[in-house]
């Protein structure tokens, strides 16, 4: 059992500590959610991504089969989702919600600093990949989900170009493939501003939480839970195995796969009127019920 506390104090416990922080300066000073937000999303974490890539210069193998594991990964937990939840006749806007919820986890905030913590540099670079992955899913299969059809393809293909983290990455694959070395300025510039992305992730976290309000339906409540905690990390294992991955890559793959439900299914579901407060309770209890899940996982892997 010491093994388990020694890991939750050394990896998951930072996270909730810095999360807090980010609720305190929420409720005692109006802190806006949106800036941070904006801050990590269009400036820190596609500096964290290039930087990161370049630096541990992974193939265009490692880059296929973690982008495709992460696109399986995500569609079956969907898939999956939509088959019991047709089982149960949920409502359509409840069963989109569990959905979105189920699919989407939190491979920022909370899954870049876990991996970082737990595996080093060379596990987050195929995290950020995973990362940039599932996000690129949210803006674009998430935003039809959510709608219920109701989004053009139009408009969720626009929301993809707009994602700074995919021209980070496909930056990061043209200087690893050309050999070109980056100009010490822009090496120094990125690196700073990447340092920044998680701290201001895990922050952002917990100012989020402030806002939040822990209101759902138990059923399909504990049905997206059990999926994103439980199935996914089950199919993420399956699915290493198919892919052939090994080391940090394996780890990565299969801890950000068990994160709990992101933060920003919240932005999806006010956006699209997709039960926002059901989602937001799924996104409170599966952060709070990681640390029960997450523990024995961060010793398997470890193992």
Same mark, same amino acid.
């Given at each position: 059992?010491?093994?388990?506390?020694?890991?939750?104090?050394?990896?998951?416990?930072?996270?909730?500590? !810095?999360?807090?922080?980010?609720? #305190?300066?929420?409720?005692?000073?109006?802190?806006?959610?949106?800036?941070?937000?904006?801050?990590?999303?269009?400036?820190?974490?596609?500096?964290?991504?290039?930087?990161?890539?370049?630096?541990?210069?992974? &193939?265009?193998?490692?880059?296929?089969?973690?982008?495709?594991?992460?696109?399986?990964?995500?569609?079956?937990?969907?898939?999956?989702?939509?088959?019991?939840?047709?089982? #149960?006749?949920?409502?359509?806007?409840?069963? !989109?919600?569990?959905?979105?919820?189920?699919?989407?986890?939190?491979?920022? &905030?909370?899954? #870049?600093?876990?991996?970082?913590? !737990?595996?080093?540099?060379?596990?987050?670079?195929?995290?950020?990949?995973?990362?940039?992955?599932?996000?690129?899913?949210?803006?674009?299969?998430?935003?039809?989900?959510?709608?219920?059809?109701?989004?053009?393809f139009k408009k969720a293909m626009l929301n993809l170009i707009t994602l700074p983290t995919l021209y980070a990455l496909i930056l990061a694959i043209i200087f690893i493939r050309t050999g070109w070395v980056i100009p010490l300025p822009i090496e120094r510039t990125t690196k700073i501003l990447g340092d920044a992305s998680i701290p201001t992730l895990m922050v952002l976290m917990g100012v989020q939480f402030h806002s939040m309000q822990l209101k759902g339906k138990i059923k399909p409540l504990t049905l997206a839970s059990a999926m994103r905690l439980v199935v996914s990390p089950i199919i993420a294992l399956i699915l290493s195995i198919g892919f052939g991955l090994t080391g940090p890559a394996r780890q990565a793959a299969i801890l950000e796969s068990a994160m709990p439900s992101a933060v920003l299914n919240t932005v999806l579901a006010t956006q699209f009127d997709a039960e926002p407060h059901f989602v937001t309770a799924v996104v409170a209890v599966t952060t709070l019920l990681s640390i029960i899940t997450l523990t024995p996982l961060l010793a398997y892997l470890g193992g």
């Open positions: 059992m010491s093994v388990y506390i020694q890991l939750f104090l050394n990896n998951l416990l930072p996270i909730f500590l !810095a999360a807090g922080a980010g609720y #305190l300066l929420a409720k005692w000073l109006p802190i806006n959610p949106r800036t941070l937000s904006s801050l990590a999303f269009y400036i820190f974490s596609p500096c964290l991504v290039f930087t990161v890539l370049t630096h541990t210069k992974l &193939n265009n193998h490692d880059i296929i089969k973690i982008i495709g594991f992460a696109v399986l990964c995500v569609s079956s937990v969907g898939l999956l989702t939509w088959l019991v939840g047709q089982s #149960l006749h949920l409502e359509r806007s409840i069963l !989109a919600a569990v959905m979105i919820s189920s699919m989407f986890m939190n491979a920022g &905030n909370y899954g #870049l600093p876990v991996t970082s913590f !737990a595996f080093g540099e060379t596990a987050l670079a195929y995290a950020s990949l995973f990362y940039v992955t599932n996000t690129a899913l949210s803006n674009t299969v998430g935003v039809v989900i959510a709608s219920l059809g109701k989004a053009s």
